[in-house]
C-alpha cells in the first residue's frame, strides 16, 4: 500500500540555520504531495503541496519539489526561526485519502 | 479555505463512558473525515463521513466502536464509545472542499484523556 517516510526527529537548529527534512513516498500512480504542520497544542495546518512532478510548492519561506524519479519530496528552508518550532507532517494523497508520514519534531533555538 | 471548529476542545473522561465529538464548517463540503492521532504518533484515518449514509471505516476501526453521522453537509460527529485510557488521543476532522481535490484541512482537534 501507499506510505510516507520521514527522517526521524527531532531535528534541532539554531536560529537562520538551513533547514531540510527528508520525505520518500511509495505510491501507485501519480498521488499528491502535501507538508502538513502542526504547531504546539494546535491542529494541523496546511503548508504546502505539489500535485504533479517537478512541481515546487512553497509558502512562509519553505519549499519541497515534487521529485518522480527519487519519489521524494523534502522540505527546506534556507533560514528557520524560532517561531518555525513545530511537529511537520509529509503526506500523500491517494484518492480522497491522505497517509502522513510519521512526523519530524523540529526545535530552533535562539 | 474554510473554518473548522470542533466540540469539546479538550475533556477527561471515565472508562467505560463515551464522548461525543462534534465537527462543524463554515461552509459546504463534499466529504468529511475523522483522523486519530495518539500521543508522539502520527494521524491515522478513522473513517470517512458520508453524508446521508453510514461512514466508511478504515482498517481497525468499527461502527460500534466509533459510530458517526453526518446529516448535512456541514456537520458530523463522532462517538468515542465504551472509553479506555487506550483511546487517549486527539480527535481530528478533516474536509475536502469542492474541487480541491484531496487537500484536506483540519479543525483544531478534540483532545481526550480516559482515566
Known amino acids: 500500500g501507499d506510505s510516507v517516510t520521514q527522517m526521524e526527529g527531532p531535528v534541532t537548529l539554531s536560529e537562520e540555520a538551513f533547514l531540510t527534512i527528508n520525505c520518500t513516498y511509495t505510491?501507485?500512480?501519480?498521488?499528491?504531495l502535501f507538508w502538513y504542520v502542526q504547531y504546539p497544542g494546535e491542529g494541523l495546518q496546511l503548508l504546502l503541496k505539489?500535485?504533479?512532478?517537478?512541481d515546487k510548492g512553497s509558502n512562509k519561506g519553505f519549499e519541497a519539489t515534487y521529485r518522480k524519479e527519487t519519489t521524494s519530496f523534502h522540505l527546506e528552508k534556507g533560514s528557520v526561526q524560532v517561531s518555525d518550532s513545530a511537529v511537520y507532517f509529509c503526506?500523500?494523497?491517494?484518492?480522497?485519502?491522505?497517509?502522513f508520514g510519521a512526523g519530524t519534531i523540529l526545535r530552533v533555538k535562539s | 479555505s474554510a473554518v473548522i471548529s470542533q466540540k469539546p476542545s479538550r475533556d477527561i473522561c471515565q472508562r467505560g463512558t463515551s464522548l461525543t465529538i462534534q465537527c462543524q464548517v463554515d461552509?459546504?463540503?463534499?466529504?468529511m473525515f475523522w483522523y486519530r492521532q495518539q500521543p508522539g504518533q502520527s494521524l491515522t484515518l478513522i473513517a470517512t463521513?458520508?453524508?446521508?449514509?453510514?461512514?466508511?471505516?478504515e482498517s481497525g476501526f468499527v461502527i460500534d466502536k466509533f459510530p458517526i453521522s453526518r446529516p448535512n453537509l456541514t456537520f458530523s460527529t463522532l462517538t468515542v464509545s465504551n472509553m479506555s485510557p487506550e483511546d487517549s488521543s486527539i480527535y481530528l476532522c478533516?474536509?475536502?472542499?469542492?474541487?480541491?481535490?484531496?487537500?484536506?484541512?483540519f479543525g483544531p482537534g478534540t483532545r481526550l484523556t480516559v482515566l
Open positions: 503526506a500523500l494523497g491517494s484518492g480522497n485519502k491522505l497517509v
Open positions: 505539489a500535485t504533479k512532478a517537478d
Open positions: 463521513a458520508n453524508q446521508g449514509s453510514e461512514a466508511t471505516y
Open positions: 478533516s474536509v475536502v472542499l469542492s474541487g480541491n481535490y484531496n487537500e484536506q484541512f
Open positions: 505510491a501507485t500512480g501519480y498521488p499528491s
Open positions: 461552509s459546504q463540503v463534499t466529504m
